[in-house]
């Protein structure tokens, strides 16, 4: 990383976006390596405020990637869909295919991506779920496309008790194979469904580093709860997910041409907002490998 002059409490700048959630982190050059004072300063900002926000990063995608190792390993999507071909660490969650030309509504890859207009947490269906994602704003919407999060730790707070007694010690299973059924994507081959089988985990989830309890659901891919009925645990998702989706839970992100955002999938949710389909929107996405399975709470 390139030094902004100043040390200590002047060489970095945070401020704080929302109440409930995310602050913007300035004083850091992600073209270049960063050091052990900015990514310790980056990973308290990160756990005080679960989403940041780093204005000015026109990053190649190779930095991008670069710039996730400081927090742990960088995943690799398990399908080709929606992959980098030039990079291998970079989920491509534009509308335009790697040529520039925009694709169709019915394109696989613009099925597969309406999905993330639901709220979710990202990688919720591997066994070790990832931990945070890192998204660049190359060519941003300003018909729509604004990014929300909702803060799962708030939310649990506030859940009624009636609620956290039906959520307390139960699993709601994950599984790949959802976003078919919403999105109308072709389901995955038998080859990907062995690759990636459902997972079942806790709903109620102690964050490794903070110490603190959130509501651990990801509506698009929770087709089960434990000691439900299919319908009822679909439909309880739903409801949950309404819940957190209160404006004093939830910032909403306007973005600027390159903005990175880095959020915690471990006490957020997030979905994008609708918007123009004939307005390009590239944006390139890292993702942290978790470190470790999930903590019930
Ligand atoms: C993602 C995602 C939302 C967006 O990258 O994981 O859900 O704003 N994207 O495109
Ligand atoms: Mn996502």
Redesign the pocket.
Known sequence: MNITPGTGATRFQVRSLHPALGAEFRGVDFNGPVDEEAAAAIHAAWMEHLVLVFPDQPVTDDWHVEVTRCFGEAEVFHQDILKSTTVREI?R?SNTDETGTIMPREHPTMQQ?SS?RTW?T?SSYRPVPAMG?L?HGIEVSRTG???CFSNMYAVWEALPEAWKDRIRGRRARHDFEMLSRITGARKPTEAERAAMPPVWQPMVRRHPVTGRTSLYISPIYNDRIEGMEDEDAVEFIGELAEFASQERFVYCHR?ETDDIVMWDNRCTM???TPHDPGER?V?H?T?IVGDGPVLAA
């Open positions: 989920f969650v991506l993330a979710h990202d994602s998204l496309g604004q990014t973005w997030h979905r994008v929107r944006m996405r993702t």
